[in-house]
């Protein structure tokens, strides 16, 4: 169950930007939305303080993580500064900050409990690896992309889960998997990111 606070913003926010609804909307098809609750069935058992949540888009995945656990603070970075603009009119509370940032330029405050990257297709090789570089020692870490070559946004596809795994850092997960969506595969890991 999703608290209906996010769902009345959500409907808000359309209602009031019908030329952005088509967009935005895409947060909800089935592989997109069915990918976020992969992920948070991944994290229900943890013990999460504080998260930071890269090519977090439009906020979406932030306030689904705030639901389940409520007050953690979150911050939700993405490249594109229209994403923080949208937040803006459906955030709920203070727990999320939204941040435009190249993820690669991201400067960390402190040590985050949990890292996840749910776009790693969207990035080239030299963005994700910079990205990866700076990610504190010892933190957790999510990690999504998929095989949907057809998709001109996707510029770093994986054509396997072991293909993932190897072009994202991932050596030794403590947990990968694959999600089938409609047409394409999309891939997870979890770990603990080591040097």
Request: charged share 20%; net charge negative.
């Amino acid at each position: 169950m999703i608290s209906d606070k996010y769902v009345l913003k959500w409907m808000e926010y359309i209602r009031n930007n019908p030329e952005e609804a088509k967009r935005f909307t895409e947060c909800f098809w089935p592989s997109q939305f069915d990918s976020k609750q992969w992920l948070l069935s991944k994290i229900q058992d943890m013990q999460i303080t504080n998260v930071v949540i890269f090519g977090g888009w439009y906020g979406i995945l932030a306030q689904l993580i705030s639901d389940k656990f409520p007050g953690i603070k979150i911050i939700t970075v993405d490249l594109d500064p229209h994403c923080e603009n949208v937040f803006k009119q459906i955030s709920c509370g203070d727990n999320i900050t939204s941040i435009t940032s190249c993820a690669s330029k991201y400067q960390y405050s402190s040590k985050p409990g949990l890292v996840i990257n749910t776009s790693c297709e969207h990035m080239t090789q030299d963005i994700y690896s910079k990205w990866w570089d700076n990610i504190p020692n010892g933190t957790t870490y999510i990690i999504q992309g998929n095989d949907y070559f057809d998709c001109e946004e996707h510029i770093r596809c994986s054509e396997s889960l072991e293909h993932f795994l190897n072009q994202n850092y991932s050596d030794d997960p403590d947990y990968s998997g694959i999600l089938p969506c409609n047409n394409f595969k999309r891939y997870m890991a979890i770990g603990t990111k080591n040097d």
